[in-house]
Nanobody, 117 residues
């Protein structure tokens, strides 16, 4: 049973940057697409970005040009580089397979990202 642990969140001012990390307890080689998701209070968790084993990426329009997803299968780790952060990016960020419902990976605790002046 693969487990994931997110880290790297924090409090930043608008325009700042953060890099999130997602470390899996097992190999992610067999997970073709890994993704990042985010959730704010009162709303359902939503998709943010994904990356396949061959490097294909997909982003929601709200983060295109600002966020970059990457993966290092040798380290069983997925990253999310977030630049030009906006207050509306404030959320708890999670990682999982993409689509998450296709896999049997439990959601981690997530990492809080707060963008505020």
């Amino acid at each position: 049973q693969v487990q994931v642990m997110e880290s790297g969140g924090g409090l930043v001012q608008p325009g700042g940057s953060l890099r999130l990390s997602c470390v899996a307890s097992g190999s992610i080689d067999s997970i073709n697409a890994m993704g990042w998701y985010r959730q704010v209070p009162g709303k359902e968790r939503g998709f943010v970005a994904s990356i396949t084993n061959n490097g294909g990426t997909h982003y929601i329009d709200a983060v295109k040009g600002r966020f970059t997803i990457s993966r290092d299968n040798a380290k069983n780790t997925v990253y999310l580089q977030m630049n030009s952060l906006k207050p509306e990016d404030t959320a708890v960020y999670y990682c999982n397979g993409a689509p998450a419902a296709y896999y049997s990976i439990s959601w981690g605790q997530g990492t809080q990202v707060t963008v505020s002046a």
